[in-house]
């Protein structure tokens, strides 16, 4: 899967994932790492339900999905699921850390 079209590449101290909703999660970068930051829900092409946002670190080989939630949380983790399956290069190789902010 292409990410390029949905993601830019971004070092900042305080990586700042939030919705309009005043939902948000706040990331300390404190070592200025390179972090792809994703747009998954209204951007990438995927069937069925979506996460919001992936961070990935690839020095680390680390995924961070974040679905950002008003409410029934229930939902959020079948979305982080079907993400996971859909765009995880590597199910078993990369770890996996997922957020449900409410």
């Known amino acids: 899967m292409d990410l390029d ?3 830019e590449i971004i070092n900042y101290k305080n990586i700042v994932i939030k919705e309009k909703k005043s939902s948000e999660i706040t990331f300390y970068n404190e070592n200025l790492i390179e972090v792809t930051k994703v747009q998954v829900d209204g ?3 995927i ?5 919001d946002w992936l961070l990935i670190i690839n020095d680390c ?3 961070i999905y974040i679905e950002l939630k008003g409410g ?3 939902h959020a983790f079948k979305q982080l ?3 996971i399956k859909i765009v995880s290069k590597d199910l078993k190789k ?3 850390y997922c957020y449900v902010i409410t």
């Open 94 to 96: 990369a770890r996996k």
């Open 61 to 63: 080989d680390i995924q």
């Open 43 to 45: 951007c990438l092409n």
């Open 81 to 83: 699921e079907n993400t």
């Open 47 to 51: 069937q069925g339900v979506k996460c």
């Open 72 to 74: 029934d949380v229930e």
């Open 5 to 7: 079209a949905c993601s």
